[in-house]
């Protein structure tokens, strides 16, 4: 099919059809949130629990994301021998035959390899939705479209963990659930046939026309991913080093999150009114003055809680704002490309940042990681100031180059 013919497809969407679309979409992907934000900690738990090592534990964890990066160039592809939703459907299949297959082959050995098969089938998903949405959208609320998906994924998230206290961490039980979690993510699909988006994607070049065009989209991604897991692995930590309780050191976390989902239809209602690439970088902004600041006022709660939840709603905001830019650079055809190049910059952001966080944190102390997040923001600014001298073009947040 080509490019004219996938859009002309999204455009002819009635208005109902485009709202049923969508609403597949976000609730599909709500499902799939709250299954792999309950199998990831349960995993863990787990592994520890039979006294495995923290190192192996945490590349067992790093497995899945290594995945997401290797598979996701081929997602184009996939698409074009399948079809939107019937690569859906069978990444959603995999991934319920994965989860059950865990419990039988309890081997370290074999959850790297189900672990890894577990997040191929999560990145087929995750990057098609992405696509999906963004692409049936339209320009004028895809602000507002992406930031509802990315608080219902991240309610999905944080709500995984309260399942695992209810079923706990033995036997059956948790993945079955976790079995049966995925599978609904199938059921909001059913609604969508007759108006899933048709995505061929026959654009090889889309990757490479990412990296070329749209760097501070993908810059924005990979520092959002670094951010994201350093903050969640080190940060409960860096309270304790400044001597807080543990319920408060945990506390930290808790108001970034609540930042995270507390901003985002805000964020998004901004992002349909203002140039959406001068909000990304007042996203980056935020990312390097936080870290610099957060030292400053730990003793001082008057100060400490609203820069967590800006810093918490910029964190999540600025992914959001890349995948609405990139809904508004590159024609349905090519998004699926590209955002598979997108996904792949924030997981090999994801990698690195409790790496190097670790690294930073053994070298120079506590300090040494709100050093690191601060030099990561200053390199995606200076991305930022490098494309500033590209021209741009558009109304209504779209940028020609970004």
């Known amino acids: 099919m080509a490019a004219s013919e996938i859009t002309d497809f999204v455009a002819a969407l009635t208005p109902s059809q485009r709202r049923r679309s969508l609403a597949a979409v976000i609730a599909s992907a709500g499902a799939a949130g709250l299954t792999f934000g309950m199998t990831i ?214 108001v970034m999150l609540i930042g995270n989902l507390a901003l985002q239809l805000p964020l998004g209602w901004l992002a349909d009114r203002v140039e959406r690439r001068r909000l990304l970088i007042l996203c980056g902004a935020i990312f390097l003055v936080s870290p610099l600041v957060l030292p400053l006022v730990m003793e001082q709660r008057l100060l400490l809680w609203p820069l967590l939840t800006i810093w918490g709603g910029a964190s999540l905001g600025i992914y959001s704002l890349a995948l609405t830019i990139l809904g508004d650079r590159f024609p349905p055809a090519a998004l699926a490309g590209a955002n598979a190049a997108v996904v792949g910059s924030y997981e090999v952001g994801s990698v690195a940042g409790p790496i190097l966080s670790g690294v930073s944190k053994d070298l120079f102390g506590p300090e040494g990681i709100m050093a690191l997040l601060a030099l990561a923001a200053a390199a995606f600014l200076g991305v930022a100031a490098y494309r500033s001298r590209a021209p741009r073009g558009g109304t209504g947040g779209g940028a020609e180059r970004t």
């Open 41 to 254: 900690p349960l995993l863990a738990l787990i592994l520890e629990h039979d006294g495995v090592d923290s190192t192996w534990i945490g590349l067992n964890a790093a497995t899945a994301a290594f995945a997401v990066i290797t598979v996701g160039a081929f997602v184009p592809r996939i698409i074009d021998r399948l079809g939107v939703l019937p690569a859906m459907y069978l990444a959603i299949l995999g991934a319920v035959a994965v989860i059950l297959l865990m419990p039988l082959l309890h081997a370290l050995w074999s959850w790297f390899l189900l672990r890894f098969l577990l997040g191929c089938c999560g990145a087929v998903h995750w990057i098609i939705g992405e696509t999906w949405l963004i692409s049936v959208a339209r320009r004028e609320t895809r602000g507002r479209v992406v930031a509802l998906y990315m608080m219902v994924m991240a309610a999905g998230f944080a709500a995984g963990p309260i399942l695992i206290n209810l079923v706990g961490i033995e036997g059956w039980p948790p993945f079955l659930v976790a079995a049966g979690l995925i599978g609904a993510s199938a059921i909001p699909l059913l609604l969508a046939h007759g108006c899933a988006p048709r995505l061929p994607a026959r654009a090889p070049a889309a990757l490479a026309l990412a990296v070329r065009t749209a760097p501070l989209v993908l810059a924005a991604a990979a520092l959002a991913g670094f951010t994201d897991m350093a903050l969640l692995s080190f940060l409960p930590l860096y309270g304790l080093a400044h001597g807080l309780e543990q319920s408060r050191a945990v506390l930290l976390l808790t």
